[in-house]
């Protein structure tokens, strides 16, 4: 059974700063890897989604990586902003995907 | 629509009452799935629908979660005889493709809160 795990569970940074959020998997048979961003009270949207055949991909300031490998994928955000203070979730799967907890991150101004 | 929407946003019940969450799916999209999240947690598979048909429900965690989607675009997921450990937010999603079609994105509805006292 697949396992997601996200590390941290909660991160604060300043306004400004590039950052790392990390997601692993148990099961490297994955069909791709998907990050999402949700808001308080809301549901979750999509950020970016990574086929199991790349290594990559970007969005704006958002970067995905996937090292199918080792179980890991991060979710690099360069250049944070206030608005970026969210719960940060990845998931692995095909169509049934499993979720890790979120990292909950906070941008100070 | 331009996204899912999903309805009632908040539901309040009594235990032992059952409740029915409805979603409507982006238009046009094949594959639709129910998720429950839990306080503190990531959301967790329940079942899913490509067009009419209930392909996996292996996430409901009894027979009293019972999900439709009867004409290939609404879905409804009832619960009956609601217990406390029902609480939660319950996700909506869809996909313009049928699973192993290809890569595309779930696009998620608000979700419903629901609280049974």
């Known amino acids: 059974k697949q396992e997601v795990t ?13 950052l790392v959020l990390n997601c692993s998997f148990t099961d490297s048979a994955i069909y791709n ?25 970007t969005s704006g300031r958002l970067n995905a990586s996937l090292d199918k490998s080792s179980g890991r994928s991060t979710l690099y955000i360069a250049a944070s ?22 990292t909950k991150l906070s941008v100070i101004p | 629509g331009a996204g899912v929407s999903q309805s009632p946003r908040y539901k309040v019940a ?7 969450l409805r979603c409507d799916p982006i238009s046009g999209h094949v594959s639709l ?30 027979d009293r979660f019972f999900a439709e989607r009867p004409e290939g675009s609404v879905s409804t997921l009832k619960i009956q005889r609601t217990q406390q450990e029902d609480s939660a937010v319950y996700l ?10 290809g890569n595309q994105p779930q696009h998620f509805g608000d979700g419903t809160r629901l609280s049974i006292l």
Do not use: H, M
């Open chain 2, 33 to 62: 799935f129910w998720y429950q999240q839990a306080l503190g947690q990531g959301p967790e598979f329940l079942t899913y629908f490509q067009n009419e048909a209930q392909l996996d429900k292996s996430g409901l965690p009894s």
């Open chain 1, 81 to 102: 902003q206030p608005g970026d203070s969210a719960t940060y979730l990845c998931a692995a799967g095909s169509y049934q995907l499993t979720f890790g907890k979120g």
């Open chain 1, 6 to 18: 996200q590390i941290p569970a909660a991160l604060s940074v300043p306004e400004g700063e590039n």
């Open chain 1, 33 to 57: 890897l998907q990050w999402f961003r949700q808001d308080p009270g809301k549901g979750l949207t999509s950020l970016l989604l990574i086929q199991s055949s790349q290594r990559e991909q």
């Open chain 2, 92 to 101: 909506c999603a869809s996909s313009s493709l049928p699973r192993g079609a």
């Open chain 2, 14 to 20: 009594k235990r032992g009452q059952d409740v029915a």
